[in-house]
């Protein structure tokens, strides 16, 4: 009976425009406003789970796109999917895997969706289906990404002031490592020895430039330093590795549980940052922290500037891990003008809570997803 209820009626895409309160820059791409694929997965029993891929300025963080996430879900994933019991989560991901190789965000925002439309179903939170939840607030870090350190400093104060956020990320590699160091002597002396900062280069500096750059980073007291080298060179992002006294955090270098197995076998680094956007949906990003733990790195909770829909899939996962020793970097929902959502996430005491009630624990604002998506 709950598993006639619960067949997968249909399986739509909506691609979401939706701007940022300011200009977000990295090593690789700038954006005024956040690329959106909304999932919609129809069950026989009316219930619409929802599900959202995140990209960063088209394929350039990597290589999926808003429109090849729509193709994909539209033309590929959907037809595998009609007609099977939505809570046959592991059996689903398997079809998808075989519909399409790779494309982790489209794959990532139908299983979302299905955790969310199984979960309203049956009256759970997502994080029960999940193994349940072992905390229900995590410590969340914001990112400084003008790279105007003037406007930075105001930001960070305002964040500390309103007890938001007390640890900043700060994106660096698209200015001259000159003015990166400068940048961040200006952000250490303004915010004081006590705020936890650490650095995400994007891929952007050489190995050389890493060792030359490190000791002025040690100096500022950084306590992570995310992805320095490019994600392909993982012998170099190995020896810096080895060099430096600062732990790398693994990011573009492992997408799949397998990459980063590979990576943390050549010892890449001591933290991995998780994200439905590598793992491709989120029993997957379960498996991918156990295998980060099976090597000894510690997690971090990423994003890639999600809104509060795909903020609540991360948390749904995030709260169900045993360890997360760096928290999470869920800040997306407090970078857009709007949220997609009825009510947004709550942002307390530095911390970001887990959203309660069923599924995900959101409701779409449907007027506002009607008026952030693109009209082709
Ligand atoms: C990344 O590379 O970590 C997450 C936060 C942010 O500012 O950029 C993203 C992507
Ligand atoms: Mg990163």
Not at 21 to 49: D, P
Not at 134 to 150: C, K, M, Q
Not at 312 to 337: N, Q
Request: glycine share 8%; proline share 4%; hydrophobic share 45%.
């Amino acid at each position: 009976e709950l598993l006639r209820d619960t067949l997968i009626r249909s399986v739509t895409a909506t691609i979401i425009e939706a701007p940022t309160v300011r200009q977000h820059k990295l090593s690789n791409t700038e954006i005024a406003y956040q690329g959106f694929v909304l999932a919609r997965v129809q069950l026989e029993n009316g219930v619409v789970g929802v599900g959202e891929a995140s990209t960063l300025g088209g394929p350039r963080w990597a290589e999926e796109s808003v429109e090849s996430i729509w193709a994909a879900i539209t033309h590929y994933l959907a037809p595998a999917l009609i007609g099977q019991p939505a809570m046959h989560f592991e059996a689903n991901a398997v079809r998808m895997g075989k519909a399409a190789t790779r494309n982790f965000s489209a794959k990532a925002a139908i299983e979302s969706a299905l955790f969310d439309g199984v979960g309203h179903s049956l009256g759970l939170p997502a994080s029960a289906l999940l193994g349940g939840a072992v905390r229900d607030r995590i410590g969340v870090i914001w990112a400084l990404a003008s790279g105007d350190p003037v406007q930075e400093l105001e930001e960070a104060r305002e964040k500390l002031r309103l007890r938001q956020h007390k640890e900043f990320k700060i994106k660096l590699g698209f200015n001259t490592p000159e003015t990166d160091i400068k940048r961040l002597e200006q952000l250490r002396s303004g915010l004081g020895d006590d705020v936890k900062l650490i650095v995400d280069v994007n891929q952007a500096w050489s190995e050389a430039q890493c060792i030359r750059l490190f000791p002025a980073l040690d100096e500022l007291n950084v306590a992570l330093i995310e992805q320095p080298v490019q994600a392909s060179q993982r012998e170099a992002m190995a020896r810096i590795a080895a060099r430096t006294r600062i732990p790398l955090l693994i990011d573009e270098a492992a997408f799949t549980k397998e990459e980063l197995a590979s990576v943390a076998a050549i010892g890449c680094g001591s933290v991995y940052s998780l994200k439905l956007v590598k793992s491709g949906g989120l029993l997957e990003l379960k498996r991918a922290a156990g295998v980060a733990q099976s090597f000894g790195i510690e997690l971090y909770g990423g994003c890639l500037l999600e809104s509060s829909i795909g903020a609540a899939a991360h948390m749904a996962v995030f709260s169900t891990l045993p360890k997360l020793e760096w928290g999470s970097e869920h800040f997306g929902p407090r970078i857009l003008v709007d949220d997609l959502v009825e009510e947004p996430l709550i942002f307390e005491e530095f911390e970001i809570r887990l959203p309660q009630g069923p599924g995900l624990g959101i409701a779409l604002d449907e007027d506002r997803v009607r008026a952030m998506s693109r009209r082709k």
